[in-house]
């Protein structure tokens, strides 16, 4: 099994005293998604990777297990759904005027791109350079973390808009 990491910032602001609004202690959450194994994994040197409520716990045949802990942790049958679920007040966070960041991390072929994206890709050769193209008539229910995102924030943006303010969306994304 192999693990993506997001980092995220916490779900709320604490309200201070004052009524100004503060971050809580722990600016960073960390969310890990594992994934099932692929077939070509199968002489990994993990045994077995556990994924609970918020440790991994790596067993290998011949050494002590590792356990880490994260804010969360979700499984190898977490859905699209069950991760935006986690990360979705960030969309909050940004159209109440305050940063958000996801930061994808893992090593390649972790699932960063399919959880962020979601999108089946077509094309890309490598003989003949071709690139590949994601398919935007992907199912919806594998739609990742960005275009759900996009369709939330469409959705409660026509309510932010009055006759003193206007409010934009500029979306980044780096890979």
Do not use: C
């Given at each position: 099994a192999t693990v993506s990491v997001l980092y995220c910032p916490?779900?709320?602001p604490n309200l201070s005293p004052e009524g100004g609004q503060t971050m809580s202690a722990t600016n960073v959450q960390v969310l890990v998604r594992c994934r099932p194994p692929l077939e070509h994994e199968n002489d990994s040197p993990c045994e077995l990777i556990q994924c609970e409520d918020n440790?991994?716990?790596v067993q290998y045949a011949s050494?002590?297990?590792?356990?880490?802990?994260?804010?969360?942790v979700l499984d190898g049958f977490a859905s699209q759904e069950d991760v935006f679920e986690y990360t979705s007040p960030l969309i909050d966070h940004a159209l109440d005027g305050l940063h958000a960041t996801i930061f994808a991390y893992g090593q390649t072929g972790a699932g960063k791109t399919f959880?962020?994206?979601?999108?089946?890709?077509?094309?890309?050769n490598v003989e003949n350079s071709t690139k590949l193209r994601p398919?935007?008539?992907?199912a919806k229910h594998?739609?990742?973390?960005?275009?759900?995102?996009?369709?939330?924030s469409t959705?409660?943006?026509?309510?932010?808009?009055?006759?003193?303010h206007k409010h934009g969306i500029i979306p980044r994304s780096v890979e």
């Open positions: 916490p779900p709320s440790t991994v716990r050494a002590t297990d590792k356990v880490f802990s994260f804010d969360k959880t962020m994206e979601g999108f089946d890709y077509t094309g890309g398919n935007l008539d992907t594998k739609h990742g973390i960005i275009p759900r995102s996009v369709e939330n959705k409660l943006r026509p309510n932010l808009d009055t006759a003193k």
